[in-house]
């Protein structure tokens, strides 16, 4: 069963760090592009962040750019999105998604497996 896990939310206070993990089950993720997405309640699904299959490739947000980095461990079959410098605005559940073409884009619909989300709240 092809699975993908996030985990590392958590709540923090604002200019606080966080670093969340994508986790693949059932599937290589060596040949899928990665995207991170959050949705705050009331509000549609942004893209965040993406990095291509070979890693060569990365996207980001206008909103996150110099505060977010992402990063993919193939053999860990894992990708991990570090955050920095975190406001109250950056407050939503965070999805990983994979892509099987291996391009990089912020287009939800290019994405065929979803996690389930972690939570991510900064506030004081």
């Known amino acids: 069963q092809l699975q993908l896990v996030e985990s590392g939310g958590g709540l923090v206070q604002p200019g606080g760090s966080l670093r969340l993990s994508c986790a693949a089950s059932?599937?290589?993720?060596?040949?899928?592009?990665i995207g991170w997405f959050r949705q705050a309640p009331g509000k549609e699904r942004e893209g965040v962040s993406c990095?291509?299959?070979?890693?060569?490739?990365?996207n980001y947000a206008d909103s996150v750019k110099g505060r977010f980095t992402i990063s993919r461990d193939n053999a860990k079959n894992t990708v991990y999105l570090q955050m920095n410098s975190l406001k109250p605005e950056d407050t939503a559940a965070y999805y990983c998604?994979?892509?099987?073409?291996?391009?990089?884009?912020?287009?939800?619909?290019?994405?065929?497996?979803w996690g389930q989300g972690t939570q991510v709240t900064v506030s004081k």
């Open positions: 998604a994979a892509e099987p073409l291996g391009g990089c884009n912020l287009i939800a619909p290019a994405y065929d497996y």
């Open positions: 059932g599937f290589t993720l060596d040949y899928y592009a």
């Open positions: 990095i291509g299959s070979s890693g060569g490739r990365i």
